[in-house]
């Protein structure tokens, strides 16, 4: 069906040293639909990153099956992840990893610029002015990201992560480097984007935030507790 | 000093838990500080130390420089009797000897070893404040004229061919049917003053009575190279003065002299002095600065390594510095610590450094002494201690400075505040750029001069000589008794000795005279037709001669056996010497001068001019018959054969008694020889070239790596935003690609200030083919740059994102 976005099938990962293995996730199912807007939560060491990683083809799972917009994805070579994650996914990161030595405009033009086939520069610079107008910072295109507050810093984090239109924004503990004011409005930025119809699948270990979530999966030790609504709906 | 101690402890603590970081820098220092240690000893002794005579800025070297009709040099060598008369009349030097150099087989032993002689008056071991081992030097007993056959042997003969004998003094030992007695042993650190050639020491001395060209005693038309003159100038005179009063004394007699012979008109004597140093070292001083230049570099690019590699070590123990800090150590502790750790790196490194120091001089003086003047008296001495001493403290220095330079000890808090997040140490970017336009700079230049040295090394070694030496061994006689027998004599036992040796199963031909690499005299000759004066090379050949050297004969024809038997007056001359004569036409027919009322030459054949090895033009030589009583021969053996000393010598002994072999030498071994210092150049150039990428290319390895590393997590964001591995390595390379192009233009600047600087030496070396070099010396640079911009970051662009970005939140 066009409008699953994710569907994950017994997904797990295992980390093995030389003497131990960490089973980080046992057998995750999930699914995400179109105009979803999913929060993982638990608490420290349960798995959330690895999971956000492999959702985001930032890490290979061990076993199971992954598909995204009815693409298997389960076993690329790191040049084909890339591609995919290029066209497909939108990071945000918790401390935003922006460039510190790209401007504003070349941050969020970074992802449009590793794309197969480039745009042209007409086309970028409109697309980046569109969506540095959706965060609220077309104002601020030509400074560099440490003239920028946290906040400021993490909304421009959201228009690069929205500049390729991908399937699915991934989200890592938005909020977590900023101070609860800039943190909701980094909050109010994804509500609006989730009702104009972005997915966005989002980590965080804040109770409060998890909440506005439609849909709140909650991992513990490796494994989803809490059954998703919608998936079984 | 407890404190001390227990620093020291701490360094050595934590140093070996990193051997491969010791190791690393241990040998890169010790290495290069080595070679550098090793130039500098050199560098003194050569520039600085002053020879080992009392007074030795009074001694001169006195050169007899023969001037032709024009007023140039002709030749710089003394006539026997223009020696003599200086050395008796003179009144400007307080002390003076002459001196004479010869080879003459030792009869008396049973090995009959060829041993290099020496003849000298008395003044000669006093002026150079010799001390002696056993016995006496010697005295008024052994002065001009006396014919007192006795001889001082050096300590070296002594122990060699005497086994050290405590019985020595009074031994009689036999040279050309002259039994001298020894009466002393020169001591163990005389230092001979090596005038005659570099590396080339003398023996056995005798009183100068005896010397082998006192055949000459009377031709004041006849010079010879070896006669010498040294002479201790009076303190109140300087050396231009010494010139204009011995100049006119030696220049009158001579024209007196040789007023008879009409090629010496209008000819003139001009007296130099040459400060004995100046003789001794020659142009080695130009050699020894470009040594220290080139080490220096080498020492500059492990300088920037290693420092690299405190400051990547320093980055590792922030966390460690942090905790220090919390507990209250303030900057300078900090510092100290790392004093501590440098320190003792630098210790090891020197201690090593000075036993590289001492392998390079045993190999200088076993490899070098024919090259490098003065290589026997090195030793390790007070300057390379203090050199080793000041370079460890300095490195200890700088490295510490530049790790506590990194750290920002304001942030240090923070690090532990913040979980490991911060950057309390760090290079700086800058920092790191002018690293790497060092390193390229350096090496471009090192790895440039190298390859082009190394080249023009090569090209001499393989240039074709125009004669082959294959398989070739020449031989040489000498007579056991006082006087040479009559050529009538000598002929008949060549020609028996000829067919003795060609009765061996490896002899395939001979010719009965000196091979091409046996060197020529000169001679001065007029040309009947114009009347005009030349001194070409000669030599005396046999008529299979050219043949067998495979030397073409380009007109006229090749000696007969008749002319070598009857000693005809025929010459062949070489093609340059033919131009000369007759630039147009042929030279064939035209009739030669020996000068006075002899029989001139008529010229038969014209053959192609031969190069000899280190030789770059051809000069103008002429050949004659050598007749049958030459005591030389040049023998052909079958591929891949020898011929022994003992088969030699028993076909000598078979003959006759009364002759000795001299020498015998393999034609290859002595081109091979002449050509060291091409062979020397071409594989310490390459070697240098090697060592100097292999530097900079850990170097370069280890700055972009840390420069890779810090850009960790930004690589890791643009591949979770999608870059491929090949843009990344592309984005690398682009950003380094303009520092390493800074550092390759940075190696022209200095390049060209060089040239402007001293183009005059350097000159010499340029050619068009010196941009290919160039050309070559920056392809390999780039590569090796390409090399280390994407072996760093293969880790990981060849791994999930996650890996470069774990830790980022």
């Not at chain 1, 965060?135 to 400021?152: A, D, F, T, Y």
């Not at chain 2, 003139?268 to 020894?288: A, D, F, H, P, Y």
């Not at chain 2, 072999?661 to 150039?685: C, G, M």
């Amino acid at each position: 069906m066009s409008d699953i976005k994710i569907k994950m099938n017994n997904i797990s990962k295992v980390f093995e040293t030389d003497e131990l293995e960490t089973h980080a996730l046992q057998n995750i199912n999930i699914t995400i639909k179109a105009g979803d807007y999913v929060s993982i939560s638990g608490p420290s060491g349960c798995g959330k990153s690895t999971l956000l990683s492999i959702l985001g083809l930032l890490d290979m799972p061990s076993g199971g099956e992954y598909e995204i917009e009815g693409v298997n994805v389960t076993d690329l070579s790191l040049d084909q992840a890339a591609e995919i994650r290029n066209s497909k996914i939108g990071f945000i990161f918790q401390s935003f990893n922006l460039i510190d030595e790209l401007s504003v405009f070349d941050n969020v033009a970074l992802p449009l610029r590793y794309k197969a086939k480039v745009p042209s520069d007409k086309e970028i610079a409109t697309r980046v002015a569109e969506c540095l107008e959706l965060v609220g910072m077309s104002h601020r295109s030509s400074h560099k990201p440490n003239q920028l507050s946290g906040g400021q810093q993490q909304r421009i984090a959201i228009a690069r992560a929205l500049v390729a239109k991908p399937a699915i924004l991934l989200v890592d503990e938005p909020t977590g480097n900023l101070d609860s004011k800039s943190g909701d409005q980094v909050m109010d930025v994804l509500e609006k984007l989730n009702d104009n119809g972005t997915t966005i699948c989002m980590v965080t270990h804040d109770p409060r935030y998890a909440d506005m979530a439609k849909t709140q999966l909650r991992l513990l030790d490796g494994a989803i507790l809490t059954t998703p609504r919608l998936a079984t709906a | 000093m407890n404190q001390f101690i227990f620093q020291q402890k701490q360094a050595w603590v934590s140093l070996k838990k990193k051997p491969a970081f010791v190791a690393t820098v241990v040998t890169t220092m010790g290495t290069t500080l080595g070679a550098l240690l090793c130039i500098l000893t050199l560098a003194y002794l050569l520039i600085l130390q002053p020879l080992p005579y009392p007074e030795q800025d009074r001694l001169y070297n006195v050169a007899h420089a023969i001037g032709d009709k024009t007023g140039e040099t002709n030749a710089e060598a003394f006539t026997y009797p223009g020696l003599l008369n200086l050395y008796k009349s003179q009144e400007v030097f307080e002390q003076a000897a002459i001196i004479n150099y010869g080879q003459d087989v030792l009869t008396s032993l049973p090995n009959q070893p060829t041993l290099n002689t020496g003849y000298a008056t008395p003044d000669w071991f006093e002026m150079l404040g010799a001390s002696m081992q056993l016995g006496r030097m010697f005295e008024a007993t052994e002065a001009l004229d006396t014919f007192n056959p006795v001889a001082i042997l050096t300590y070296q003969t002594w122990q060699q061919e005497f086994a050290g004998r405590p019985d020595i003094l009074d031994t009689k030992v036999s040279f050309s049917g002259v039994s001298y007695r020894v009466i002393g042993v020169l001591a163990k650190k005389f230092v001979e003053p090596q005038i005659k050639a570099t590396g080339m020491t003398t023996h056995i001395w005798f009183p100068w009575d005896y010397n082998l060209d006192v055949r000459m005693k009377e031709r004041w038309g006849n010079i010879s190279g070896s006669l010498t003159f040294v002479g201790k100038i009076k303190p109140t005179l300087s050396a231009i003065q010494v010139e204009q009063i011995i100049t006119p004394l030696v220049h009158d007699i001579w024209v007196e002299n040789v007023s008879a012979i009409p090629f010496f008109a209008g000819w003139s004597i001009n007296m130099k002095m040459q400060s004995l140093q100046s003789v001794i070292l020659g142009e080695s001083q130009n050699t020894v600065y470009l040594l220290l230049a080139g080490v220096l570099g080498l020492v500059l690019i492990a300088f920037a390594n290693i420092a690299n590699l405190f400051m990547s070590r320093t980055a590792e123990q922030q966390r460690q510095l942090a905790i220090y800090a919390a507990l209250g150590a303030k900057k300078s502790h900090l510092f100290k610590a790392l004093l501590a750790e440098s320190g003792l790196l630098m210790f090891m490194s020197i201690v090593l450094a000075l036993a590289i120091a001492a392998c390079g001089f045993y190999v200088m003086q076993s490899q070098l002494a024919a090259v490098l003047p003065r290589v026997n008296e090195l030793s390790l001495n007070l300057v390379t201690f203090i050199a080793a001493l000041f370079f460890a403290l300095v490195f200890s220095v700088l490295f510490a400075f530049l790790s506590s330079k990194m750290i920002n000890y304001r942030a240090l808090n923070s690090i532990l505040q913040s979980s490991g997040k911060g950057t309390g140490v760090q290079v700086s970017k800058r920092f790191r750029q002018a690293l790497i336009i060092s390193q390229v700079a350096i090496a471009t230049l090192l790895v440039f001069a190298n390859i082009g040295l190394f080249r023009e090394a090569v090209d001499t070694i393989t240039k074709p000589t125009g004669f082959s030496v294959e398989n070739m061994t020449q031989i040489s006689l000498s007579v056991s008794a006082s006087t040479f027998p009559p050529a009538e004599e000598v002929a008949p036992v060549m020609t028996e000795l000829k067919k003795k040796l060609l009765e061996l199963p490896q002899v395939e031909e001979i010719s009965q005279s000196g091979s091409v690499l046996s060197g020529f005299g000169l001679w001065a000759l007029t040309a009947i037709a114009t009347n005009e004066n030349y001194t070409p090379e000669s030599t005396g050949v046999s008529d299979n001669y050219f043949s067998m050297m495979g030397q073409a004969l380009l007109e006229g024809d090749y000696f007969s056996v008749a002319d070598v038997k009857d000693r005809n007056r025929v010459m062949i001359v070489n093609d340059v010497f033919a131009k000369r004569l007759s630039p147009t036409g042929s030279a064939i027919g035209l009739q030669i001068s020996p000068g006075g009322d002899r029989e001139p030459f008529t010229i038969v054949g014209v053959v192609k001019g031969v190069t000899m090895p280190e030789q770059s033009t051809i000069p103008m030589r002429v050949y004659t018959p050598a007749g049958l009583s030459t005591t030389q021969m040049t023998l052909r053996l079958k591929s891949g054969q020898t011929i022994t000393r003992e088969e030699v010598v028993s076909a000598i002994n078979s003959v006759s008694s009364l002759y000795a072999l001299f020498s015998l030498e393999v034609l290859q071994e002595i081109k091979q020889k002449r050509l060291f210092t091409q062979y020397a150049t071409a594989i310490t150039t390459a070697v240098l070239a090697l060592i100097t990428l292999f530097l900079a290319s850990i170097g370069l390895y280890g700055i972009l790596s840390y420069g890779t590393q810090m850009r960790r997590f930004e690589l890791g964001t643009r591949m979770a935003i999608g870059a491929k591995r090949k843009q990344l390595i592309g984005l690398i390379v682009k950003d380094n690609a303009w520092v390493i192009a800074l550092g390759v233009a940075f190696s022209v600047v200095v390049m060209l200030v060089i040239y402007i600087g001293y183009q005059d030496v350097i000159a010499v070396y340029l050619g068009l083919d010196l941009l290919a070099v160039f050309i070559f010396t920056v392809a390999i640079i780039s590569l090796l740059s390409l090399f280390a911009c994407y072996w760093p970051l293969r880790q990981f662009i060849n791994q999930p994102a996650i890996h470069s970005l774990r830790g980022s939140d």
